[in-house]
């Protein structure tokens, strides 16, 4: 599939093979009206293999996050069936309210009115933690 | 206002200054007796404990100051389903300064979000215990000096032990430390411990099962139990539980000036033989803990 065969849109390019569903539940893409596109062990020169995820539609995601979940992702941005901007995602210090902490002892599981917080601890892997308990979020 | 919820939360100098202030106050009780009249302390405990919270209590008495709070959730608004925040916001209005234990890990961060005076982390479940490694630092401090130049010795659950972790991590940031990791290979030191706090600090250590051959270099023991519920296997526990109880022919190996540290309770990871070699040095440091408890409150509530 080529990225120019949509019109208006997103494509996330370069994810790690096996985790393209993880990050279209993650955008909550489930819930969108437009095409979705989940390509998946596709081959690639430089990984190997990859997943694609193509959204027909102007959306306004919050796609920076995305390098909590693989930082190898590019994000292609297409307008009028042209590829307008080309970029890698970036490594966020700190993520609020979009990552679920999943240790059933952290505060977060029972407290009800606090925000999810998790700050980058290691940028070489991309690891995060959760600011309350430390669990690593994987 | 400052908060203790993690024990990184305190610069080396800033502990430096509290077991100087814990030190003057073994030294001359007199001059404290009055510091905190007038000052109430509240304990929100959550779950059990019988050293940490009796310690803030006794420290807070001997302050000149008085305490409240409760010893069990049951017996608090929790038990009707109140937040940890509510009840932060709610005592902060009754108490000058807070100490909390929890069973949930970062409970007392949500509540120094809401609170209106400095909350101690007394225990969040398997998370910080940073008034454990003060009473740890300041026991060590009074028994060898200072903590230069140390080889520390850390036996048993060393992957599951959060008293572990923190005094790794606040040791790590003096100089000439050494440190040698003694445990089941099951129960090492998690590997992001390991890399934050030695080998990205260039801190000499040696990992090792045996206990025995790790005793005459050691010149601080941190005992620590080997816990049943961790192992897969009954047998594989049996076998390991028994190579690290330390009894009085393993203290023989050790140096004359060794101290055994342990952050209690026990079960039978340390012989009851070997309390009455002078170099036991957990009941003290039991003890300890009630002045370094006591600096620490000073240091929060800002009286000179």
């Known amino acids: 599939m080529r990225v120019d065969a949509i019109k208006n849109g997103i494509v996330l390019d370069h994810i790690e093979a096996g985790r393209a569903l993880e990050i279209y539940h993650l955008l909550s893409l489930d819930k969108v009206s437009c095409p979705v596109a989940i390509l998946t062990n596709v081959s690639s020169e430089k990984m190997g293999k990859k997943d694609i995820i193509k959204i027909d539609g102007a959306l306004s995601l919050p796609l920076e996050i995305l390098g909590v979940i693989s930082p190898s992702i590019t994000i292609v941005l297409v307008e009028d069936g042209k590829v307008r901007e080309k970029r890698h995602v970036s490594l966020p210090k700190e993520v609020t309210d979009f990552l679920r902490c999943k240790n059933p002892r952290c505060i977060t599981s029972t407290e009800q009115g606090i925000h999810h917080r998790f700050h980058l601890t290691g940028e070489k892997n991309a690891v995060y933690r959760c600011v309350y308990c430390d669990a690593q979020w994987s | 206002m400052r908060h203790l919820i993690d024990i990184m939360d305190f610069s080396a100098a800033e502990i430096d200054e509290l077991i100087a202030t814990a030190t003057d106050i073994v030294a001359h009780p007199e001059k404290y007796r009055e510091k905190c009249r007038y000052k109430k302390l509240a304990t929100l405990f959550f779950e059990p404990s019988t050293r940490t919270r009796l310690s803030f209590e006794a420290a807070m008495m001997e302050l000149g100051g008085q305490v409240l709070g409760f010893s069990e959730a049951s017996s608090s608004s929790a038990a009707k389903g109140e937040s940890v925040a509510d009840t932060a916001a709610i005592v902060s209005g009754y108490a000058d300064i807070i100490a909390m234990r929890h069973p949930k890990e970062g409970a007392p961060l949500v509540a120094a979000s809401k609170s209106d005076v400095p909350i101690i982390n007394a225990g969040d479940g398997g998370h910080f215990h940073p008034t454990q490694t003060l009473t740890d630092l300041f026991t060590i401090h009074l028994e060898k000096g200072s903590f230069e130049n140390l080889t520390v010795g850390l036996c048993g659950d060393l992957k599951f032990g959060r008293t572990v972790h923190s005094l790794i991590a606040a040791l790590s940031r003096y100089t000439g430390i050494r440190f040698v990791l003694i445990s089941p290979e099951e129960l090492k030191v998690p590997s992001y411990v390991k890399n934050t706090y030695i080998k990205e600090k260039g801190i000499p250590y040696k990992q090792t099962t045996s206990l025995d051959e790790a005793m005459p270099e050691l010149d601080v023991l941190y005992m620590t139990r080997v816990q049943r519920e961790r192992f897969f296997n009954e047998e594989d526990y049996l076998r390991l539980r028994d190579s690290y109880i330390l009894t009085p022919e393993k203290m023989e190996k050790a140096k004359k000036d060794m ?26 440091q039991a003890k300890n803990g009630k002045f370094i408890r006591m600096a620490l409150i000073l240091k929060l509530l800002e009286v000179d």
């Open chain 2, 259 to 284: 101290i055994v540290l342990h952050p209690l309770p026990r079960v039978n990871e340390i012989s009851t033989e070997v309390d009455k070699d002078p170099r036991a040095a957990y009941f003290r």
